[in-house]
Every structure is written in C-alpha cells, then in structure tokens.
C-alpha cells in the first residue's frame, strides 16, 4: 500500500490533519488541485477561536505551534464593539481573557498556511483526485495526470466544491445565504491611529452597521513579534511570506444590491465606498485607504444540514461536508477542529476510529452550522461581533 493517509485538499483543515497524523507516525500525503497556494483568493485575516487554537496544538509540532502563536495578531482586548454609521455604541461584548496566557488571536491566513505546509512531509500540488474505488481493506485513487494510488484511508478535505462529496453524496451542495462578501484590506499606519482604529488594532474586531442589510467589518493582523524574527527564532528553515501589518475590512451586503460576480476589483472597491458613503468618515477610512487590487467577493453558502453516509474508506472534514459562512472563521476553526478529532480517533483506534470521529464531526458541524447562520445576516448586529 502507499500511503496510510491520503488527504484531498491542501486547506486550513486538511494541513492540520496531515500534521497531527504524521506526527502520529501515519505516512500521509496531501493532494491538492490548485497550482501553487496562492491560485485563490480566500481572504486574509482569520479569527482563531479556543477550539481551532486547541487543534492547532494537538496537530502542530510544538516548534511551529510555537511561531504560529508569535505571528499571531498583538489582541490587547478580546472584546467587540458594533457601532452606528454615525459611530453611537450599539453594542459591546466582553471576553474571558483565559489565564496561563494571551487569548487566541487572529492570524494572517497565508501565514499560517506557510506555517502548516511546513509541518506536513509530502504535499502535491496540481494532483486533483479524479476518480475513486473503494474496497474493503484500501482506496484507490486515480489524480489528475493518471496515477494511481493507493491508501488505508482517504480524507474529503477539498473546501466547498468538493468534487469527491458530488461524486459520492450527490445533493448535499452549499446553498447560496443570500448575502455576499467583499473583502479588502489596507496597510496598517501605525502612526496616525484616532479612536477608532485604536479600536481597529486592539480589540478583536469592530463593526460597523447600517441596521438595514450593510455591515462593515474591520479587524487588524499587527503580529506579536516580527514574523522574519520569530522564524528564525523556532523554525529556522521556514521563509515567511513578506507581508506588512493591515486592516482587513469586509462589507457585507444582500445578493440583490451587490455588483456583478464579474465585477473587477476596482468596481468592487468602488461599489463598497458608494455603498458607505454617507457614514462617518472615521468609520470608512480603511476602505478609502485601501490596496484597491486586494479586492475580491465572496457569495456566502452553507450545507443546509449534514448529511450522513455509512463509515468506510472514505471520510469528510470541513467545508467538504459543511461548508459554512466564513464570518468570524467558524468554518476555518471548525474544520480544524475536525482535524484534531480525527487525529485523536486515529492515533487511539486506527482505521476503526473514523465511525467515532465522524459521530463527533457531525455535531460539532451543526453547532458550528446553527452559530454562522446568525453571523452571515448583516441587519444583525449580534451577529456582526463574531465576524
């Protein structure tokens, strides 16, 4: 047999459970379809919750968990403020600072990718897997350029399009939320910050609502320590991305009032400053000021449930199985969770650990489906502090 795990998709939850499985002593390997990590956009700022720092730990080798911590955004208050256009309070959330260290914080998504990708031995790039047969004792796969191979377990972690979840639980695609996304980012000016910004950088997040179907969202990486340094400091072989301290901000509007899925990132940054123009300028300045070709949309979807399907050789994890509203990086800190819990079962039980995990899979997912449903309603100010 080649490998003991093959896992299909190079994301968040993928990497993190070819990390916890090689540490495990499993021989995986991770496919992935895209050409190189950067292929797609999928945003930039992360909030990482108690349940993905948890997985991160398990699943990290304590050196690269170590500089994940040290590139972590510098949160000196976990708390979130949701204010007006006109910048009156709406609403402030307190968080429990847990004691034995800083809170989990946010993390620039690329960066922890790097951070992951480090982590795992035997990652392939370009492989999409194109076909599988499933026997009793092993999977074949088949990818992209005719090989084959062969493994004890194959793990779905292939995001929302999943072609392995439309090939063997067809009918179980996300569904659109009626709200999309766009997302921006701008560099951080450290020097020029007035209250709200001060916000911006301190605390978890700050939201900015209209009450009537538009939220701004705005929410800093600003690293604990310089990442160059901390890489040298823990994982000395590992070149970081370059990346400066930012804003990210994401405008959140109905699907009938946002611009065309074609639209290019200057119309999408056009169309966001129309859409706040009339807000306080304090309030938009991140979106005045941005990398006006950082900008990109993203059509909110969710699995309306998880279904079930009869244990085997093949197993799901993440937005493979239920994919969710990336507002507040539920999706991204469920999946990972999904990775420690499969690692768990595995490393205790082998291959007759999956039916455990995927029992637990499935209600973790729920939980995490019933919480983002209220995040992707931007008339909402509640939701709007998990952003």
């Not at 997985?55 to 080798?61: F, G, I, K």
């Not at 000196?76 to 429990?96: G, M, N, Y």
């Not at 999309?180 to 209250?195: M, P, V």
Request: overall charge negative; some cysteine; aromatic content about 6%.
């Amino acid at each position: 047999m080649d490998w003991d795990v093959i896992i299909s998709g190079a994301g968040l939850g993928g990497l993190c459970a070819a990390s916890g499985l090689s540490q495990a002593g499993c021989r995986v390997l991770v496919l992935e379809r895209d050409e190189t990590p950067f292929s797609r956009k999928q945003g930039y700022r992360i909030n990482i919750n108690s349940v993905g720092n948890t997985a991160l730990r398990e699943c990290l080798p304590p050196a690269h968990y170590a500089l994940y911590q040290n590139v972590s955004h510098n949160q000196l208050d976990p708390s979130v403020d949701i204010f007006s256009p006109d910048l009156k309070q709406i609403l402030h959330r307190t968080a429990d600072v847990p004691e034995g260290g800083p809170p989990p914080a946010a993390i620039d998504r690329s960066m922890l990718r790097a951070i992951l990708l480090d982590a795992v031995p035997n990652v392939r790039f370009s492989a999409p897997v194109v076909d599988t047969i499933q026997q009793s004792s092993e999977v074949e796969i088949e990818i992209g350029d005719g090989t084959k191979l062969t493994c004890r377990l194959l793990i779905a972690a292939d995001g929302a399009s999943s072609q392995l979840r439309r090939k063997l639980l067809p009918g179980h695609d996300p569904q659109p939320l009626g709200t999309i996304a766009i997302y921006g980012k701008t560099l951080l000016d450290t020097s020029a910050l007035t209250w709200l910004p001060t916000g911006v950088l301190q605390q978890r997040f700050v939201g900015v609502t209209d009450g009537g179907g538009t939220t701004l969202a705005l929410g800093a990486w600003h690293p604990r320590r310089n990442p160059s340094a901390a890489a040298a400091a823990f994982v000395a072989s590992l070149r970081l991305p370059d990346i400066k301290p930012y804003v990210m901000w994401v405008l959140m509007v109905s699907s009938e009032a946002a611009p065309h899925p074609d639209s290019s990132a200057d119309e999408l940054h056009g169309f966001a400053l129309q859409a706040i123009q009339h807000w306080a300028p304090a309030a938009t300045q991140f979106v005045r000021d941005a990398d006006v070709e950082a900008t990109f949309r993203i059509t909110l979807r969710a699995v309306p449930s998880v279904p079930d399907w009869p244990t085997g050789r093949i197993t799901f994890l993440g937005d493979a199985v239920h994919a969710m509203s990336p507002a507040g990086g539920e999706g991204a800190n469920t999946a990972m969770a999904d990775a420690a819990s499969l690692v768990a079962a595995f490393r205790t039980q082998g291959s007759d650990g999956i039916a455990l995990y995927e029992d637990q899979m499935r209600k973790r997912a729920r939980a995490a489906l019933n919480r983002s449903a209220a995040y992707s309603q931007p008339a909402r100010t509640e939701g709007t502090s998990h952003v």
